[in-house]
């Protein structure tokens, strides 16, 4: 492959990252924030109103904060860890001879002792 057939590949995606990038920035440009930042109570701790809008004990007054937008990107986080660890425990696995043999299924527990059960 020449030269000159490379650059004629790439000049086409290099024009959609240009105007791509030309509309992220004419979008923050023209973006406006008008509103001051709203902050949270000093004495109010997310921690705990997150687990009260969890298990919806809002409506016992004890929440000082409305944490209900917190619960999406919450449980969002648990099931992508979740998902992270089923993946390294499979990728954990081994195969000995055609069958799947765990990662801690051949640990002794007998410290590594001759005789018993083991053999």
Do not use: C, Q
Not at 50 to 72: K, M, N, Q, R, S
């Amino acid at each position: 492959m020449s030269d000159d057939e490379s650059r004629g590949s790439r000049i086409l995606p290099a024009i959609a990252v240009g105007a791509l990038f030309a509309v992220f920035v004419a979008t923050i440009n023209a973006a406006t924030f008008d509103a001051a930042p709203a902050g949270f109570p000093a004495d109010a701790s997310i921690v705990h109103n997150i687990g009260y809008a969890l298990f919806d004990l809002g409506a016992y007054d004890v929440a000082t904060v409305p944490a209900e937008g917190f619960l999406a990107a919450f449980l969002i986080a648990a099931v992508a860890l979740d998902v992270a660890v089923d993946g390294a425990v499979y990728l954990a696995k081994r195969e000995e001879d055609g069958s799947v043999v765990s990662a801690v299924g051949g640990a002794f527990t007998d410290g590594g002792r001759d005789g018993g059960d083991r053999k």
